[in-house]
């Protein structure tokens, strides 16, 4: 019968590893009871406690070499046993299968991929920030809305005209009253009582006013006037001295490459910036890590609404910008109705047009059904004239002098946060980072050319391999779920 030469190893891998093999003794031979390429029994003489150590055995029969778990040992007698094996079909066939190109869900090379592995045994996120500031931090501006005599120039404001003239002046947020113009202002408005022209005031965020013309604000009331030294008028003819739309915006650095973009994106995360006075703005990945992001800050002259934006430095613009609400007007200067439709004219005039279409509409399907239906049910006619009545008696309403309490001079945030920004970084906790990428290599998802690799972990998803055409069909399945389950190289 014919005999194979066995060396018997001590395997400390699982079979999903590929690492060294330690050997037991010197090679042997042994009888073959029942054997094929997938499974098989040998008969082998040793003595009893050989097999103590073995859990693996290379089988070398004529030109054929076969790697196999060993299964089970059977004592026949004395110093004979049985010992039925399972052939290892990865290190048996590995040199003869053509790896190709697969979909490799992870491997040893280190990527910085969402990976669904890490996690902690903390139950809540880590949180960051960063404070970052604009220029102008202590500065914001005081605006006077005034309704000029008739041989007097009107403002050339931009975008929206405007029968109303602008008065500004900047001040500190930490203590307004070191303004001498406005504290002008108040004084002789205490004196004075209600004036005939003054049609609003109110706080916007700093703007740059170098190039206003300076001039004096007139009180009037009656007959009498009263003369504001200090203020800055926006020019009724700009000329090429400046324009003006570019003093009502400004560009804020936000640095985005102080943040570790690397670990970031292997865990679920958000990154946002905190705008007290207007919102949040969450920032995408794509711009994490790049120094070239500017928050653009767009001011509304008429109320002091701001809008911010991401841009970069050319100023090309992103999709993501928040827009904050107007500061409160001080309602005890002047006529409080004129400063409502001062400060609602987009507001209003856009409901006003939808009230007016839904009138329209009501009244065409009235003629067009020959009956009055539309209005007794409560129609397009109806809802369209209660909305103009609702809002004539909102505006009666903001009419009244004591509908409204005095309003602080700028802002309800404090002094500390005025132009003051907060990146906030949010990512989940992970304390298993060093075991998962020792023992499960990196997150790559992606088709590439697949090497096994000498050291580390490696899986594949949908493996589909060919070979030299020397291998079972059962080895090459075996193979293709090993590499799919995730095998680990030592």
């Not at 005999?3 to 031979?29: A, D, V």
């Not at 669904?116 to 960063?130: P, V």
């Not at 973009?261 to 865990?267: F, G, K, R």
Request: glycine share 8%; aromatic share 8%.
């Amino acid at each position: 019968m014919e005999m194979m030469s066995l060396q018997f190893y001590k395997n400390n891998g699982g079979t999903h590893e590929y690492g060294t093999l330690t050997p037991k003794g010197t090679e042997i031979t042994a009888t073959p009871v029942n054997m094929d390429f997938k499974s098989g029994t040998l008969r082998i003489q040793h003595n009893n406690n050989f097999f103590d150590d073995c859990n693996y055995v290379r089988i070398k029969r004529q030109t054929q070499i076969l790697y196999a778990w060993i299964e089970n040992i059977k004592f026949i007698q004395d110093t004979i046993f049985n010992v039925t094996y399972r052939v290892d079909p990865f290190r048996t066939f590995r040199s003869r299968v053509n790896w190709g190109h697969q979909f490799i869900e992870r491997s040893p090379e280190v990527t910085f991929k969402r990976d669904d592995l890490l996690a902690s045994s903390e139950a809540f996120d880590e949180l960051e920030s960063i404070t970052f500031r604009g220029s102008n931090t202590n500065s914001r501006v005081f605006v006077v809305q005034v309704r000029p005599n008739a041989d007097e120039l009107n403002s050339k404001s931009p975008i929206q005209p405007t029968p109303y003239a602008f008065y500004l002046t900047s001040y500190d947020v930490r203590d307004w009253k070191t303004n001498s113009t406005i504290n002008q202002f108040f004084a002789k408005l205490s004196v004075m009582g209600e004036t005939d022209n003054i049609v609003t005031a109110y706080s916007i965020p700093y703007i740059d006013m170098q190039d206003m013309v300076d001039s004096d604000l007139v009180l009037r009331s009656g007959s009498s006037t009263e003369t504001v030294k200090g203020f800055k008028r926006i020019p009724g003819d700009l000329g090429n001295k400046m324009e003006m739309h570019k003093k009502l915006t400004r560009t804020i650095t936000v640095p985005l490459d102080n943040i570790n973009v690397e670990n970031l994106m292997t865990v679920e995360h958000k990154v946002s910036v905190v705008v007290p006075e207007a919102g949040i703005i969450d920032i995408p990945d794509e711009l994490l890590g790049t120094h070239d992001v500017k928050i653009r800050h767009d001011v509304d002259l008429f109320s002091g609404a701001s809008n911010y934006m991401l841009v970069n430095s050319s100023g090309d613009k992103f999709t993501q910008s928040v827009r904050g609400n107007s500061v409160s007007s001080i309602p005890i200067l002047s006529d409080p109705e004129a400063t409502y439709l001062s400060q609602n004219q987009s507001a209003l005039t856009t409901s006003l047009i939808g009230d007016v279409a839904s009138i329209g509409i009501g009244a065409g399907m009235t003629m067009l059904t020959g009956g009055a239906g539309a209005m007794a049910g409560g129609g397009s006619i109806a809802s369209g004239l209660n909305g103009i009545l609702n809002r004539n008696a909102n505006i009666k309403d903001a009419g009244n002098q004591y509908s409204n309490p005095p309003a602080f001079l700028g802002t309800a945030l404090s002094a500390g946060l005025n132009n003051t920004f907060w990146i906030v970084i949010k990512k989940q906790r992970v304390d298993n980072r060093a075991d998962v990428n020792n023992n499960f290599g990196y997150p790559l998802n992606r088709i590439g050319k697949l090497t096994l690799p000498s050291n580390g972990y490696i899986k594949t998803q949908g493996c589909s391999l060919s070979n030299d055409g020397t291998v079972p069909k059962w080895a090459i399945e075996e193979i293709e779920q090993l590499l799919d389950s995730g095998m680990y190289f030592h």
